[in-house]
């Protein structure tokens, strides 16, 4: 589980905080405080990942935001949720990269997927 798992709707544990990692240092997200969002920079970063940019940008009203900081109880570091980080679970999940464990919040990291996030993030983390 200290690897991957759900946190409600989004990636969270190791693999959770290295996405969130890599979508700050591309200057895709920015986190202030318990605040975050998407800055026009997202675009190729969630490109290279699969995602439509435009996505993952809103301005219309919902009941989460774009995204937002959540701490990780197993890494003490932040991941990403709100619909971002929503989106980029079900982008996972749906690419076959991600397997959920059955009765479990952990998700496994399948071969595809691991070669699909080295692709997005290289291979230091």
């Given amino acids: 589980m200290r690897l991957a798992r759900t946190c409600?709707?989004?990636i969270a544990g190791g693999?959770?905080?290295a996405i969130a990692d890599?979508?700050?240092?591309?200057?895709?997200v920015a986190f202030d405080g318990e605040a975050g969002h998407v800055t026009?920079?997202?675009g190729p970063s969630l490109q290279r990942l699969g995602l439509d940019p435009q996505a993952a940008i809103t301005t219309a009203?919902?009941?989460?935001p774009n995204c937002r900081p959540c701490l990780d109880w197993s890494?003490?570091?932040?991941?990403?949720?709100?619909r971002l980080g929503a989106m980029i679970c079900s982008h996972c999940l749906d690419s076959g990269w991600l397997l959920r464990k059955e009765g479990?919040?952990?998700?496994q990291v399948t071969p595809k997927g691991?070669?699909?996030l080295r692709g997005w993030m290289g291979n230091e983390r």
Avoid at 104 to 107: E, N, Q, T, V
């Fill in 8 to 10: 409600y709707d989004h």
């Fill in 40 to 42: 026009d920079r997202a």
């Fill in 114 to 116: 691991t070669l699909a």
């Fill in 104 to 107: 479990s919040r952990a998700l």
């Fill in 75 to 82: 890494e003490r570091r932040m991941h990403l949720a709100g």
């Fill in 15 to 17: 693999l959770g905080v």
């Fill in 61 to 64: 009203p919902a009941k989460s």
């Fill in 22 to 28: 890599q979508l700050l240092d591309d200057g895709a």
